[in-house]
């Protein structure tokens, strides 16, 4: 009985020998590790959220765009449609920010009539409030101040601004035969790892995200007494 014991008593301290635990340095090393391993997955995390977010934004901005430009092209290009042959001047102001356009689309006696929302069509740019406007209601939001650029491309190739004072007959108003638009939106917040867009909110850091829009347009119903 005494010799099974102390045998009994000799495996138990080998089998408590052999299941020696951590110590507290192992322990701390291991947690500092994880830590670490952690803080690379949280980064890693919120960059692709910030990037999915800055992209998100960038997009809707762009979409913000697209639907209002559309119409914007179709009725400058509409400008002068007179299938009444009234007789009518086709474009009224053209300045490097604004544009006013006529049409009778609805082919009555009276062109450009005010009642018709879509026959006498001013677009402008209201820089306060950054926004692209048509007849003074907001068609493109979040356009970056002065961005907003028309150059026109008149009947014997030049390009410019027509000037009705000069006492030149040439590059007037009615020998206006195309319309290139340029304008930058921006994205609605700015991001803070970017410096290099608009600066909506100075006192913050990071810069808004900006696209910067190009399209011409040429005027269908301008020029045909060119052929005569």
Do not use: W
Not at 33 to 39: P, S
Not at 44 to 67: D, L, M, P, W
Not at 199 to 226: S, Y
Request: with cysteine.
């Amino acid at each position: 009985m005494v010799f099974g014991k102390a045998i009994k008593e000799m495996r138990i301290r080998e089998v408590q020998e052999n299941e020696t635990g951590f110590t507290l340095i192992e322990l701390l090393v291991a947690m500092a590790l994880g830590l670490v391993v952690l803080a690379a997955v949280l980064h890693i995390f919120v960059h692709q959220n910030q990037t999915s977010k800055v992209q998100t934004e960038v997009a809707y901005a762009q979409q913000n765009v697209r639907g209002a430009m559309t119409v914007m092209t179709r009725e400058i290009r509409a400008a002068g449609y007179d299938p009444e042959d009234n007789g009518f001047d086709a474009i009224k102001t053209a300045t490097a920010s604004s544009i006013r356009v006529l049409s009778n689309l609805s082919g009555d006696d009276e062109a450009g009539d005010p009642d018709d929302a879509d026959e006498d069509v001013t677009y402008a740019m209201d820089n306060g409030n950054r926004e692209l406007t048509r007849k003074g209601n907001t068609a493109i939001q979040n356009v970056v101040p002065n961005s907003l650029q028309f150059t026109y491309t008149f009947s014997d190739g030049d390009t410019g601004i027509p000037d009705e004072t000069d006492g030149d007959t040439t590059n007037d108003l009615d020998d206006i035969r195309s319309v290139a638009l340029q304008l930058q939106v921006h994205t609605e917040t700015e991001d803070r790892y970017f410096t290099d867009g608009y600066d909506l909110n100075p006192g913050t850091a990071g810069t808004c995200r900006t696209r910067t829009l190009f399209t011409r347009v040429r005027i269908r119903n301008m020029g045909f007494e060119d052929l005569e």
